[in-house]
Each structure stands twice: as C-alpha cells, then as structure tokens.
C-alpha cells in the first residue's frame, strides 16, 4: 500500500470550519474569490489564504475567466481521499462486527 501526502493534508486542511464552509460552497458550484468573500465573515485575502491550503491539498483546482480565478472540486484530491477514507471504513466495519459476535449481549 501506498503513503499518499495528499490524504492526510486533506484531512488538515478540512479541520478549518471557515475552510470546510469554502469548500462546501465550492462543491455546490463554482465561485471565485470575490464570490466566496461577500457570502462569509472573512475577509478577500483570508479566503484566498484558505484556498491555497485547500489547493494545496489538491481539494479544488482553479481555472482563469479574465482577471477572475474560477475555483472547483478537484476530483483527483477527492477520489483520494474517498480511497482513504474507504479503506479505513472497511476496517471499522470489521472491527464493529467482531465487536458484535464477541458481545452477544449487544445484540438485543
């Protein structure tokens, strides 16, 4: 199995609450920085900062429109860290059936 970097800065960078709402709103669609500044209590340069990590972590990927940066999912930083995050449920699911079997009790 492979240590891929990406998956633990992942992770990281969507500890942040002010990262995790830019990237929620990202996910529901496409927004620049100016976008993303005038819908949270953070000002232009704090977003932006927060879009380098999220960058970073290879979470969204930006594209130019004129003078504007345009910011998106980027779907190789969420399939990696989907292949991470299922590999780890798997193992906690097993862990909780041996749980169970061990436990008969549980059952009820």
Do not use: C
Not at 23 to 47: D, M
Not at 48 to 53: M, N, T
């Amino acid at each position: 199995m492979t240590y891929r970097r990406q998956d633990p800065r992942a992770l990281a960078a969507l500890a942040d609450p002010t990262r995790r709402e830019i990237f929620e709103r990202i996910a529901a669609k496409p927004h620049s920085v100016s976008e993303l500044a005038r819908q949270l209590p953070v000002s232009r340069p704090a977003v932006s900062q927060h879009l380098r990590v999220l960058k970073e972590a290879q979470l969204v990927a930006e594209t130019r429109d004129g003078t504007r940066r345009i910011y998106r999912i980027d779907p190789r930083g969420i399939g990696a860290m989907r292949e991470w995050l299922d590999r780890h449920w798997g193992r906690a699911l097993d862990a909780f059936q041996q749980f169970v079997d061990s436990n008969p009790e549980r059952k009820k």
